[in-house]
């Protein structure tokens, strides 16, 4: 490892850590700003009593610098709407919204990059024009669009439940709850992969297109390589670094669109409890969500920064 | 030269505006009212041959409910409603005594989707065009006065912004949105949504803007209208920030869908604007319910609209994607 990756990757790790810190703070201070603590209690003394065990009596600072020291330590704090503490309840939400985001991910992975592949090395011909227009008008078709559409289809076929997870029974065995998860997991998969799917794809289309241009594919041309060689090693490799750069980009969307495919069709994930700790105001559950979505996208941008150095060692000059 | 599809985008969204704006003459209704027994009723096919094979001018049988609970209709053949041109400044109607023409069929509360569709189209494209043109306007004077004066300034927005780029634009927009009283009136919700929206959106176009400026700045017209005694503000204004104009027109062409989209999303989650206000988010709402859904599926003709909106921007942006400079590519089509 050399000093000049040391220091990329420790840049990267601040940034990471900054990222975590400056969302969860913005977030518990803002939605602080917001004009209601609710407390619907009528006695004025239980009021006081809540508003004390909840720590609203303190001045904002104080309130901020003692939400921040028991963050460090995990301790969230307690939800007011769901009296539970808010670091349980991330627990049981956060691992549905990354089975969600991943999956979508490879999905659109598998689907856009090797269509983009395609499109991008043949300029002409029926089949490349059609996978380009369709690329064009699901990018103009977003998740929440796409899965009220799957929604409908869900509910008129019968082929797919209609949202939701249910509990899975103990005695389904590991093959069982899989296939389980999966039927239920498939809709809002698919409803937050396509659009993913097709900007992949008109990205990498471009980004081949780019790279075969380049020099070096003629020379390649010229030494007698075929031209699928050519194109799936010499040009993908060329174009690796402009599609890894969209990937840290591509987490924040995939969490973006989580959070419309988990209310519409019911997953109840963490995009699910950050709408509802919202709604209800709940200030220590609106920082934790926060906290939690960010280190997730923090990780997600550090796992595409090392993808990105691993593809192109000259990052760590550029930092 | 124009390609075919950029030509495409501009008769569409041409169409899109003219049609937002004589919403009030196009729609046969008005958005609040509301059809006794025609909850749910679907849509009217407007016919011209009768049943005897006669041509007719355009009509519509009338609807009658045969099952309220499972919202079934039936056509009623017997008699046929003329549509009205050009009467009560509408283009088309039909007479008050006479039952309605429902195009995109009926809501919950027997109001005509239709007209709605094209009232909402008002809303939600006002909010998202004012909110692109803040945006664009926030993002031109961060990018121009980073890469104009440079040094701590350029240092310090441009982090800013890089910081803010990386960021769930729907979640940032949400935490703005649920910082300001949930309880507003219409027109409160308009500038809040879209005063959100253009802060949440100024890190797009404030790169672009600051890489063309901090270029520009160098050449050899801005030192001659320095050497010709124009001052910083008027060099700034009149020389530099018009050669970012085609970059910054991108931007909005990508901006705008992504705006729709906030604030269809935003109405939708019930943090945008709320019934009765005809919006395409508040009208989506509605069609959340999987069993509703099922039954009344035209309930989606707002989706439609927003799609065709989309695309038309993106076939309207297609024509200028590969000259945007690199680094630039796709954010926001991805933060959509």
């Known amino acids: ?319 | 030269m124009i390609a075919g599809t950029t030509r495409a985008g501009i008769v569409a969204v041409s169409l899109i505006t003219i049609v937002s704006a004589a919403a009030p003459v196009l729609g046969p209704y008005e958005p609040s009212r509301q059809f006794a027994d025609l909850a749910f009723a679907p849509p009217m096919v407007p016919h011209v041959l009768d049943d005897e094979g006669r041509w007719q001018r355009p009509f519509v049988y009338p609807l009658h409910l045969v099952d309220r609970l499972e919202h079934r209709f039936a056509e009623d053949r017997s008699t046929r409603v003329a549509l009205q041109w050009f009467t009560a400044r509408r283009l088309i109607t039909t007479p008050n005594a006479a039952g309605p023409w429902l195009l995109f069929g009926a809501d919950a509360l027997g109001r005509d989707v239709f007209s709605r569709v094209l009232h909402g189209a008002r809303m939600s494209l006002g909010v998202a065009l004012l909110a692109t043109v803040l945006a664009l306007g926030l993002g031109a004077l961060a990018g121009a006065v980073a890469g104009f004066a440079g040094g701590a300034w350029d240092t310090v927005l441009m982090r800013v912004s890089d910081f803010l780029l990386v960021l769930p634009v729907i979640y940032v927009v949400l935490v703005l949105r649920a910082a300001m009283p949930l309880v507003l009136t219409t027109s409160q919700v308009f500038w809040i949504m879209t005063a959100v929206l253009g802060v949440a959106g100024w890190p797009f176009p404030a790169k672009g803007v600051r890489a063309v400026v901090a270029v520009e700045r160098r050449k050899e017209y801005a030192e001659a209208a320095h050497a010709l005694g124009a001052g910083r503000l008027r060099i700034l204004l009149c020389h530099l920030l018009p050669a970012s104009r085609s970059f910054l027109t991108v931007q909005g062409t990508l901006l705008l869908p992504a705006f729709i989209l906030a604030e269809a999303t935003l109405s939708y989650v019930g943090f945008g604007f709320a019934e009765p206000v005809p919006s395409w988010g508040v009208m989506l709402h509605e069609a959340a319910d999987v069993a509703t859904l099922a039954d009344a599926p035209w309930l989606l003709a707002p989706a439609a609209a927003i799609v065709a909106c989309v695309l038309s921007l993106h076939l309207l942006s297609a024509r200028s994607v590969p000259s945007r400079g690199p680094g630039q590519t796709t954010s926001i089509e991805s933060a959509t």
Do not use: N
């Not at chain 1, 602080?32 to 904002?60: N, T, Y």
């Not at chain 1, 209609?162 to 998969?189: C, E, H, K, Q, T």
């Not at chain 1, 030494?223 to 993908?236: E, S």
């Not at chain 1, 690796?240 to 969209?246: C, F, G």
């Open chain 1, 1 to 319: 490892m050399t000093t000049g990756f040391r220091r990329y990757l420790l840049r990267r790790l601040g940034f990471a850590v900054l990222l975590v810190f400056v969302v969860s703070s913005a977030s518990l201070l803002l939605a602080r700003l917001a004009p209601s603590d609710d407390a619907f209690a009528a006695d004025r003394a239980v009021i006081a009593a809540e508003r004390h065990r909840l720590g609203f009596d303190k001045p904002l600072a104080a309130q901020y610098a003692e939400w921040l020291t028991r963050s460090v330590r995990f301790d969230f704090g307690e939800s007011l709407r769901f009296r539970r503490p808010v670091a349980a309840l991330i627990r049981e939400r956060a691992g549905r919204t990354a089975l969600l985001g991943v999956t979508a991910l490879m999905l659109a992975t598998i689907v856009g990059i090797p269509l983009g592949v395609f499109t991008g090395s043949r300029s002409s011909g029926p089949v490349p024009s059609v996978v380009h227009s369709a690329s064009v008008v699901v990018l103009s078709i977003p998740s929440l669009v796409m899965s009220l559409v799957l929604l409908l289809f869900a509910a008129r076929t019968g082929w797919f439940p209609a949202g939701g997870l249910p509990s899975i029974p103990a005695d389904a065995g590991i093959v069982g709850s899989i296939g389980a998860i999966a039927r239920y997991l498939f809709l809002p998969a698919v409803a937050l992969a396509l659009p993913m799917a097709a900007a992949l794809e008109r990205l990498q289309s471009r980004a081949i297109q780019e790279a075969l241009a380049d020099p070096c594919i003629l020379a390649a041309l010229a030494r007698g390589v075929p031209r699928p060689r050519i194109v799936w090693r010499h040009a993908f490799r060329l174009a690796l670094k402009t599609v890894l750069a969209i990937y840290g980009i591509m987490i924040g969307t995939a969490l973006s669109g989580s959070f419309v495919v988990e209310i519409v069709m019911s997953w109840h994930g963490l995009g699910d409890l950050m709408y509802q700790a919202l709604q209800a105001r709940d200030l220590y559950l609106v920082a934790g969500c926060a906290a939690a979505g960010s280190c997730g996208l923090a990780l997600g941008i550090l796992t595409s920064d090392l993808a990105l150095a691993a593809a192109d060692p000259r990052v760590e000059e550029l930092g």
